[in-house]
């Protein structure tokens, strides 16, 4: 496979500019004068998946956050940060985590490899396996046993983002946002729902619900 020099980067960022700016005179103008999309995508850092043309829809549409596996780690500021920005700022109407079949971060983790700094990251993923383990004892094959932990992945991923105090208060001020968890696969390039979404507080188990300063309490 050819390599492309950096230099050929800037050439063809220069015909894709000139090629959207024929086909739309006004879309950049219109794209640097405004940010509100409806949607934030959590999505995986692999090539493979690019957000925007999974779902049809341009630039300045959807608002994306990506890492390995897809994963929504109550300490890890930086997605944290990009889900307040979302819902408080940009007031997202859906929360989509969208993972996919045959995803190395979720693979790594299931082989038990050693791969160094990473493990840690995806050792959120060895607790899903975990939780799990009598779905993954009653299956045979090991493609089967990784697309299994790939789709429970992106479920607790949805409830991961449900329990934030982010969304509870959003919930809780009656903000209209719901969170769902979507799989993609590679081999042809289709999305599945995966039934988990969530639109209010008493879609999450009590004990994870907070007493939002929203609501009150003596009512």
């Not at 090629?19 to 794209?31: C, G, N, R, W």
């Not at 979302?86 to 490899?113: R, T």
């Not at 697309?147 to 934030?164: F, G, H, K, P, Y």
């Not at 809780?172 to 988990?196: F, K, M, P, S």
Request: charged share 20%; with cysteine; hydrophobic share 40%.
């Amino acid at each position: 496979m050819s390599r492309t020099t950096i230099s050929e980067l800037f050439s063809r960022n220069r015909e894709w500019a000139r090629q959207v700016h024929e086909s739309d005179p006004d879309f950049f103008k219109t794209l640097a004068s405004q940010q509100s999309p409806e949607y934030l995508w959590i999505g995986c850092s692999d090539s493979r998946v690019p957000a925007n043309q999974i779902v049809g829809l341009l630039p300045g549409e959807v608002f994306v956050h990506r890492n390995v596996a897809n994963m929504v780690v109550h300490t890890d500021f930086n997605c944290l940060t990009v889900l307040q920005y979302a819902v408080d700022v940009l007031k997202v109407k859906h929360v989509l985590v969208v993972g996919h079949y045959n995803c190395g971060g979720v693979k790594a983790a299931f082989d038990d490899a050693d791969n160094g700094l990473i493990d840690n990251w995806l050792r959120n993923i060895k607790d899903v396996q975990f939780a799990h383990q009598d779905k993954f004892d009653a299956l045979n094959g090991y493609e089967d046993k990784l697309d299994l932990l790939c789709e429970l992945n992106i479920m607790s991923q949805v409830a991961n983002v449900c329990r934030t105090t982010i969304l509870q208060n959003a919930w809780a001020r009656g903000q209209t946002v719901e969170v769902h968890g979507w799989i993609y696969r590679l081999q042809d390039g289709l999305l599945r729902d995966l039934n988990c979404s969530a639109s209010r507080a008493e879609h999450i188990p009590e004990m994870y619900r907070i007493i939002s300063k929203h609501v009150d309490i003596d009512s």
